[in-house]
């Protein structure tokens, strides 16, 4: 499989919604996630733990993926537009990111997440 | 300066077509800049000269910068759209990608760009 198919693959999930679908049959079991602060989560379970804890701390709306981008022959990026209230304030806000994710061996190894500032 | 300093101000002279501002005055003398390809460019000059070498094979119409988003001490990301007419083709396009940028001592050292697979 082409780090493309990957690519596009994964998009097509986050654009259904399914990133747990994502998150449980194409990431490597020994993937490292990258926070916006640096704070690095080793490993898919954790991982999941980490979105699953999101989740419940926030109400979803909407999920909107641009891309896939390419560099080199093992790297891609997407630009996440996510519509949320988190439960702490009630309020709807949009949160903008940059995920930046590594393929190797048709597996994702490595996800990093650029965030915005206000967060 | 701060990174979200720097980043901003990326930024904001990007989003009035100011680029070539920024390459002169923000980047490093021995920045390296990566191209989707994988193809890295070392040097201020020699990269100023690749982006000269696309300004004069693209007519520019447009460019809006979405962004900065951080990642840990010295990593920001930005998302371009650049409305250009290849001189090769003359053909209005809509061209997307992810810049990651690497900032050390308020310049920037490395650029990554992140290309669609159409392009």
Known sequence: ??????AR???E????GKNFDVMR???APDIVSVEGDGKETAGQTPVIQKSER????????GEKVRGPFFNGPDEF???FTFEVTPKSTGKRVTIEEVGVYTVKGDKIVREQ???TGER
């Open 9 to 11: 693959q994964f998009v």
């Open 113 to 115: 997440f650029f965030m």
């Open 77 to 79: 990026a997407v630009h």
């Open 1 to 6: 499989m082409s780090i493309q198919t990957v």
């Open 54 to 61: 999101w989740g419940e701390a926030n109400t979803i709306h």
């Open 13 to 16: 999930l986050c654009n259904q």
């Open 25 to 27: 049959t194409m990431y």
